[in-house]
């Protein structure tokens, strides 16, 4: 069984650029959540899709944002670019009803310069 | 305010032994645990996870026991061996009144080391 599809695996840019990533879940599964990783901050959670809706979001300012498709494939969208946003960033897949594991790609390393 | 604390950076464990990790947490309305391990260059791999309404859930070698009133929760891993050695998280969650639930809540992490 396929796992979760992250790409680019690799993003090199430079401040005040945009960038999209995309992400494919597991097959069958409707929830694609985002999160981004940093060595001070450890995980943290951006958002959540679920049927092609934003069903939760996490602390995060305006300039990250996403979508799902009616295919369940995400993609997730920084504006305005800035270096504290270089980070891995992580999608993972689940169900989406109860309480059940999120499965995770192998993440997009983001670098700004 | 860190939610989910995981207060041993790192745990040195002989192959062979019982590895044990810890975790705490503050929010009382998570519902869910998980465990994950992390190898570099990779995403997090789902290990084990339990439920609030249980205090213990064993899967093979992993099990997982839960102290709500504590706030507490633990990871053993029976016996430890070489391909352990990785990054492991603690993680949290909580169901919405909306259906679904919010996005995990990460510990810091733990470095497992298992010595020959």
């Known amino acids: 069984k396929a796992g979760v599809t992250q790409t680019p695996r690799y993003l090199i840019k430079t401040r005040g650029q945009q960038v999209t990533l995309s992400c494919s879940p597991i097959?069958?599964?409707?929830?694609v959540s985002w999160y981004q990783q940093t060595p001070g901050q450890g995980l943290q959670f951006l958002f959540e899709?679920?049927?092609?809706?934003?069903?939760n979001k996490g602390n995060f300012p305006g300039r990250f944002s996403g979508r799902q498709f009616s295919n369940s494939r995400s993609e997730m969208n920084v504006s305005t670019l800035e270096l504290g946003d270089s980070a891995l960033y992580l999608c993972?897949?689940?169900?989406?009803?109860?309480?059940?594991?999120?499965?995770f790609g192998d993440g997009t390393r983001l670098s700004i310069l | 305010d860190q939610q989910v604390k995981q207060n041993s950076p790192s745990l040195s464990v002989q192959e062979g032994r019982i590895s044990i990790l810890n975790c705490d947490y503050t929010?009382?309305?998570?519902?869910?645990f998980l465990w994950y391990k992390k190898y570099p260059a990779e995403g997090p791999t789902f290990l084990i996870s339990?439920?609030?309404?249980?205090d213990k859930n064993e899967d093979g070698r992993f099990t997982v026991f839960l102290n709500k009133s504590a706030k507490h929760l633990s990871l053993h891993i029976v016996p430890s061996q070489p391909g352990d050695s990785a990054v492991y998280f603690c993680?949290?969650?909580?169901?919405?009144?909306?259906?679904?639930?919010?996005?995990?809540?990460f510990g810091k992490g733990t470095h497992l080391i298992i010595q020959p």
């Open positions: 993972a897949s689940s169900i989406g009803q109860g309480h059940q594991p999120q499965h």
């Open positions: 097959s069958g599964h409707r929830s």
């Open positions: 899709y679920f049927s092609e809706t934003q069903r």
């Open positions: 929010n009382s309305m998570f519902d869910y």
């Open positions: 339990i439920s609030s309404i249980k």
């Open positions: 993680a949290a969650s909580y169901a919405h009144s909306g259906g679904g639930a919010d996005g995990l809540t």
